[in-house]
Nanobody
């Protein structure tokens, strides 16, 4: 059974930093693309950052230069380091991965962790 458990969210002032963690079980995070998404109230869920099995990364334009996605294969954990946080970064952040299952594809999501950027 695949499980993704996020942690590290909280309340931070504008300009501050947080590091989110996504601990994976039932799946080897090193061999699958892992991603962070976020959903703000009244908005659609959007991709924040993604890291491939080969280590290639992509970022949403809104977070480039401020956020960094990384992976610790020994801990089967993916991280999102968020610096210079802005109020518009406020959202629930979700960890995601997917893999082929039978003739289709299965998507896996964590329960989410709240990030609030406010003074």
């Amino acid at each position: 059974q695949v499980q993704l458990v996020e942690s590290g969210g909280g309340l931070v002032q504008p300009g501050g930093s947080l590091r989110l963690s996504c601990a994976a079980s039932g799946i080897a995070a090193s061999i699958y693309t892992m991603g962070w998404y976020r959903q703000a109230p009244g908005k659609q869920r959007e991709l924040v950052a993604r890291i491939s099995s080969g280590g290639s990364t992509i970022y949403a334009d809104s977070v480039k230069g401020r956020f960094t996605i990384s992976r610790d294969n020994a801990k089967n954990t993916v991280y999102l380091q968020m610096n210079t946080l802005k109020p518009e970064d406020t959202a629930v952040y979700y960890c995601h991965t997917h893999r082929a299952v039978g003739g289709g594809e299965a998507n896996y999501w964590g329960q989410g962790t709240q990030v609030t950027v406010s003074s």
